[in-house]
């Protein structure tokens, strides 16, 4: 049977991997956009890219959701994570509407407030560690 200790921790787990991989797919999302400015796939392959961030950031919803609710955490990963998924819609609605002055930045936005995140759930895993030892 786990404990509510442990639930938390998994959840801290899954929201430390779903940030991950939504850095690692905002970071690959401008490498196939250059393969679609020079190849015949590209648009295909950026497409595929988009997908992916859209996933991962609603991955990162649903983590953050389960850090607040039944693991028994702040609220405030929450706002990040919504924000992020705001700006991950603002970002595809651009890039379907082929607007590439706001999209590119976007972009570069999008890619730093994940690191940002990563970060920061980061750190706290390491002030949990030394807090423990």
């Known amino acids: 049977m786990s404990t509510p200790t ?13 940030i991950t991989l939504q ?6 999302a401008p490498i196939t956009a250059g393969l679609l400015l020079s190849s015949p796939s590209g648009r ?14 609603l991955l990162h919803l649903v983590a953050a959701i389960l850090v607040w609710r039944p ?4 609220p405030r990963p929450i706002l990040y994570a919504l924000g992020f998924f705001g700006l991950t819609l603002a970002q595809i609605a651009l890039g379907i509407a082929h607007v590439k002055t706001l999209h590119v ?12 995140q990563l ?5 706290g895993r390491r002030t949990h560690m030394d807090a423990a030892a």
Do not use: C, I
């Not at 850095?23 to 690959?28: D, E, I, P, R, S």
């Not at 693991?71 to 702040?74: I, K, L, T, V």
């Open 105 to 116: 930045p976007l972009g570069v936005l999008m890619f730093g407030v994940s690191v940002l």
């Open 6 to 18: 442990t639930t938390k921790q998994g959840n801290l787990m899954f929201l430390r991997v779903a």
């Open 23 to 28: 850095t690692l797919a905002v970071f690959a």
């Open 44 to 57: 295909a392959l950026h497409s595929v890219s988009a997908y992916g961030v859209f996933t991962v950031a």
């Open 71 to 74: 693991g028994g955490g702040s």
């Open 119 to 123: 970060s920061r759930v980061s750190a």
